[in-house]
């Protein structure tokens, strides 16, 4: 089944305490991204990746950091979280070509 | 620069009646993408319809078609025969298709729909 796949679903977490979210796409698409939805302020993008070795950083990039070694597995990498981190994360992926995006489940993360 | 507006809010529907999303779009490209995602309370992010700038046909997907009107770069979304299911938060969104390939997202429109 062609999916894209988060881990963790939920995370609840301390300021300063370094936490990996993984992504992983099994349909081998070029593109990847990182958004954060917070209520009112709709989909932000974090950082995008159109091929491996190749990131580059979306609208609200700060805080975060991205790596793309294998084309499957994007990780989002928030080395020293914040409260202002808490947000519903989502990764998606897409052929370039094809355009459309797809999501995977999303990562509910709470930094107290 | 890039826009997409969502007019809309919120909107209430009667279950059974069809519901028209509104989505206004600014762009000079001439090759882009449009889509719609629908996000019910669950929190996931569905895909339901995509219309090309090059597209001579509105896309339809089921009860979803796509009313894509490019000279007043609009490119609604309509639901037919609305169900309790449909209650959900609707995006537009849009894609460059000749340079960096990112999507730019409105606002969303929470549609509840009453029984």
């Known amino acids: ?112 | 620069a890039q826009k997409i507006t969502q007019t809309q809010p919120g909107m209430f529907v009667q279950e059974k009646e069809a519901v028209t999303l509104d989505c206004t779009y600014d762009t000079s490209d001439p090759s882009y993408g449009l889509f719609w995602y629908k996000q019910p309370s669950s929190g996931e992010m569905i895909f339901l319809i995509y219309q090309g700038s090059y597209d001579q046909q509105n896309a339809t997907e089921g009860r979803y078609s796509l009313n894509f009107q490019k000279a007043r770069k609009s490119a609604n979304l309509v639901i037919s025969a609305s169900q309790l299911g449909d209650s959900a938060m609707y995006f537009c969104a849009m894609r460059d298709l000749d340079s960096n390939y990112q999507l730019i997202w409105g606002a969303g429109t929470k549609l509840i729909i009453k029984p």
Not at chain 1, 60 to 65: A, D, L, R, S, T
């Open chain 1, 1 to 112: 089944e062609a999916q894209v796949t988060q881990n963790p679903r939920y995370l609840i977490t301390v300021t300063g305490k370094k936490l990996t979210v993984t992504c992983s796409q099994n349909m081998n698409h070029e593109y990847m991204s990182w958004y954060r939805q917070d209520p009112g302020l709709g989909l932000r993008q974090i950082y995008y990746s159109m091929n491996v070795e190749v990131t580059d950083k979306g609208d609200v990039p700060e805080g975060y950091k991205v790596s793309r070694k294998e084309k499957r597995n994007f990780p989002l990498i928030l080395e020293s979280p914040s409260p202002n981190q808490t947000s519903l994360y989502f990764c998606a992926s897409s052929s370039i070509v094809a355009g459309e995006l797809f999501f995977g489940p999303g990562t509910r993360l709470t930094v107290l």
